[in-house]
T-cell receptor, first 109, second 118 residues
C-alpha cells in the first residue's frame, strides 16, 4: 500500500540551530502538504506544494518538492522553542491523504 | 473559517460497548471526510474516507463492521466503534475537505477524540 516515510523520526536541536525533515513516497504524488502537530493537539496545515521542483518559504520555514514529485523537505532556519512539535508531510497520490511517519522536533533552550 | 468540531473530546467506556464520535464542519460543506487513528508518538493512520451520501472507503486492515462510518449530510460524519475492546483505545481524529478537491484544498482537522476502553 501507499507509504510515506519521513526521516528522522526524532530530532533534538539547540535553539538557534537549523532543522530539516525529509519525506519520501513510494509513488508519485499529485501534491504534498505539510502539517504541524503540537503535543496534545491536532495537525495544523502549513503549506501545499504542487509543482515539480517547487520551493516555498514561510518566514524561517522552507519547503521543497522534488523534481520527481516523490519526495519533499522542510527546513527550519534558526529554530525557536515555538517550533516544538511533530511535523508531518501528507502525500496525495489520488484522492486520499496519507500522512508520513512524522518527525518530532525538540528544541533545547 | 473552516472549523471542524469533533465530539466528544474524551470518552471512557467499558469493553463490549459501542461509542459514537461525531465530526461536524461548522462553516463549510464537507463533501469528503477522513477518519484517522493515532497511537502515542506515532503518525496518523488513515482508516477510511467518507463521502457524503455514499459508503465509506476503508483502508486495508480496517474492519468496516467494527468501525461504522456514516456521512449522512454535508456537515456531519460519524464514526461508531462497535463492541469496543481495550486494543481500540486510541486517539481518533477526523478531517474534512472543503469545497474543491484534494489538489487545491488543505485538510481541516477536528480536535480529536481520546478513547479509552476499560
Amino acid at each position: 500500500g501507499q507509504q510515506v516515510m519521513q526521516i528522522p523520526q526524532y530530532q533534538h536541536v539547540q535553539e538557534g540551530e537549523d532543522f530539516t525533515t525529509y519525506c519520501n513516497s513510494s509513488t508519485t504524488l499529485s501534491n504534498i502538504q505539510w502539517y504541524k502537530q503540537r503535543p496534545g493537539g491536532h495537525p495544523v496545515f502549513l503549506i501545499q506544494l504542487v509543482k515539480s521542483g517547487e520551493v516555498k518559504k514561510q518566514k524561517r520555514l522552507t519547503f521543497q518538492f522534488g523534481e520527481a514529485k516523490k519526495n519533499s523537505s522542510l527546513h527550519i532556519t534558526a529554530t525557536q522553542t515555538t517550533d516544538v512539535g511533530t511535523y508531518f508531510c501528507a502525500g496525495i497520490p489520488g484522492n486520499q491523504f496519507y500522512f508520513g511517519t512524522g518527525t518530532s522536533l525538540t528544541v533545547i533552550p | 473559517g473552516a472549523v471542524v468540531s469533533q465530539h466528544p473530546s474524551r470518552v471512557i467506556c467499558k469493553s463490549g460497548t459501542s461509542v459514537k464520535i461525531e465530526c461536524r464542519s461548522l462553516d463549510f460543506q464537507a463533501t469528503t471526510m477522513f477518519w484517522y487513528r493515532q497511537f502515542p508518538k506515532q503518525s496518523l493512520m488513515l482508516m477510511a474516507t467518507s463521502n457524503e451520501g455514499s459508503k465509506a472507503t476503508y483502508e486495508q486492515g480496517v474492519e468496516k463492521d467494527k468501525f461504522l462510518i456514516n456521512h449522512a449530510s454535508l456537515t456531519l460524519s460519524t464514526l461508531t466503534v462497535t463492541s469496543a475492546h481495550p486494543e481500540d483505545s486510541s486517539f481518533y481524529i477526523c478531517s474534512a475537505l472543503g469545497q474543491g478537491n484534494v489538489l487545491n484544498s488543505p485538510l481541516h482537522f477536528g480536535n480529536g477524540t481520546r478513547l479509552t476502553v476499560t
